[in-house]
């Protein structure tokens, strides 16, 4: 199996899997998402010998994370997969830092001061992902239990290792619903507004 897999939810990441041969480019860069996906998915096509027809499966991170970069990263990979006539798979981010660990609690900024955080036991999810803030984390969390992992970022190489580990135990992951966990700053308007002339 082939895989292209996208993560937006820190920075940009872009790796493609094939049978032990691996290429992935990241930037940390947390606000020049859409600049970077197409060339990096060309970039790393290209360093893996494939063509878009190669890929079989395209893998997005669905976060938790900011709402315009999961929107990128998502949107992206339905584009590849519709285009190319090939299923998308979506896992949460924090699956790919939970990969090949015990326990273990995955923290990430949301920026606005808060965090999100999913506790894992032998890569199964046990609770998450939610929000939390810096002074709050430890009495949310029992982090002797589940020591705590900061992401700074996602890989988008363990992203598809993570989807694969899944897809092998028959895991659905056709849920492509971002992780946001807050509600959106744009609100409904009461109405039509006045015009005074």
Same mark, same amino acid.
Not at 19 to 42: K, L, P, W
Not at 89 to 105: L, W
Not at 120 to 146: H, I, N
Not at 148 to 164: C, F, Q, W
């Given at each position: 199996?082939?895989?292209?897999?996208?993560?937006?939810?820190? %920075?940009?990441?872009? /790796? =493609?899997? @094939?049978?032990?041969?691996?290429?992935?480019?990241?930037?940390? &860069? $947390?606000?020049?998402?859409?600049?970077?996906?197409?060339?990096?998915?060309?970039?790393?096509?290209?360093?893996?010998?494939?063509?878009?027809?190669?890929?079989?499966?395209?893998?997005?991170?669905?976060?938790p994370g900011p709402f315009t970069g999961l929107?990128?990263?998502?949107?992206? %990979?339905?584009?590849? /997969? =519709?285009? @190319?006539?090939i299923p998308v798979a979506g896992i949460s981010?924090? &699956? $790919?830092?939970?990969?090949?660990?015990?326990?273990?609690?995955?923290?990430?900024?949301?920026?606005?001061?808060?965090?999100?955080?999913?506790?894992?036991?032998?890569?199964?999810?046990?609770?998450?992902?939610?929000?939390?803030?810096?002074?709050?984390?430890?009495?949310?969390?029992?982090?002797?239990?589940?020591?705590?992992? @900061?992401?700074?970022?996602?890989?988008?190489?363990?992203?598809?290792? $993570?989807?694969?580990?899944?897809?092998a135990r028959g895991d659905d992951l056709s849920?492509?619903?971002?992780?946001?966990?807050?509600?959106?700053?744009?609100?409904?308007?009461?109405?039509?507004?006045?015009?005074?002339?």
């Amino acid at each position: 199996m082939t895989i292209l897999a996208i993560d937006t939810s820190l %920075g940009t990441s872009v /790796a =493609v899997v @094939r049978d032990g041969v691996v290429a992935e480019r990241s930037t940390a &860069d $947390a606000r020049s998402h859409a600049e970077h996906i197409g060339s990096f998915i060309a970039e790393v096509l290209a360093e893996a010998n494939l063509s878009p027809k190669d890929v079989d499966t395209v893998v997005v991170g669905l976060g938790p994370g900011p709402f315009t970069g999961l929107r990128v990263g998502i949107a992206a %990979g339905i584009a590849f /997969a =519709v285009g @190319r006539g090939i299923p998308v798979a979506g896992i949460s981010s924090h &699956d $790919a830092a939970a990969r090949d660990r015990e326990s273990c609690c995955v923290v990430t900024d949301v920026r606005r001061r808060e965090l999100a955080w999913t506790t894992y036991r032998d890569g199964v999810r046990v609770a998450g992902p939610a929000l939390t803030t810096e002074s709050t984390l430890a009495t949310d969390v029992d982090l002797a239990e589940f020591p705590e992992v @900061r992401a700074a970022a996602i890989s988008a190489l363990d992203l598809a290792r $993570a989807a694969s580990d899944r897809l092998a135990r028959g895991d659905d992951l056709s849920r492509l619903t971002p992780l946001y966990l807050r509600a959106p700053d744009a609100t409904p308007g009461s109405g039509p507004k006045r015009v005074s002339q």
